[in-house]
């Protein structure tokens, strides 16, 4: 079995990432308001607690919690809650992240559904202006006056008169 000396030095290294950057600078802020703590302390701490042992078990263990069960204040509470807080803060960013995500290409497939629809009125809208007219819009023809002949009308060059253009179909068929 490794036989470890009495005492053993071991160095944590802070990366230049955000992550890291910003545990430093939470690290440094515990410590602050803790002076009597020291850095190694404070990694022991996380130890313990990272590797689930019971405070009972741990020496010199203090509990986080008063005798009634209450958890302590903010500013003596472990790090491991102030982890676990930037860790729910990056679940939450990446939760927003995809959301907005999903939800920008919702819109944009609405956009695009829109965008066809549009077109397709546009196209009712010209087949509607280059459809003939057989009746005059300021007198209003019954259906059962309106003659449907299976013969193509002839399209005159000139532009006449739709009261004309129907009562030349009725003489056709007299």
């Not at 459809?131 to 002839?154: C, D, G, I, L």
Request: glycine letters at 4%; hydrophobic letters at 35%.
């Amino acid at each position: 079995m490794f036989q470890w000396s009495k005492k053993v030095v071991k160095s944590v290294t802070f990366n230049p990432g955000v992550a890291d950057e910003s545990l430093l600078g939470l690290v440094e802020s515990h410590l602050d308001n803790n002076p009597h703590l020291t850095f190694s302390d404070l990694c022991k701490e996380a130890l313990w607690q990272t590797l689930c042992v019971p405070e009972s078990v741990r020496p010199g263990g203090k509990p986080t919690a008063t005798a009634t069960g209450t958890p302590t204040s903010p500013t003596t509470a472990s790090p491991q809650f102030e982890l676990q807080i930037i860790q729910l803060q990056r679940q939450l960013a990446d939760l927003e992240g995809r959301f907005f995500a999903k939800e920008s290409n919702r819109l944009a497939e609405m956009e695009r559904q829109i965008s066809q629809l549009s077109q397709q009125v546009a196209q009712l809208a010209m087949m509607v202006n280059h459809a003939p007219v057989y009746q005059s819009p300021s007198t209003p023809v019954p259906a059962a006056e309106v003659v449907h002949t299976n013969k193509p009308t002839p399209t005159p060059p000139q532009e006449v008169d739709p009261l004309l253009n129907r009562l030349s179909q009725f003489l056709d068929d007299f």
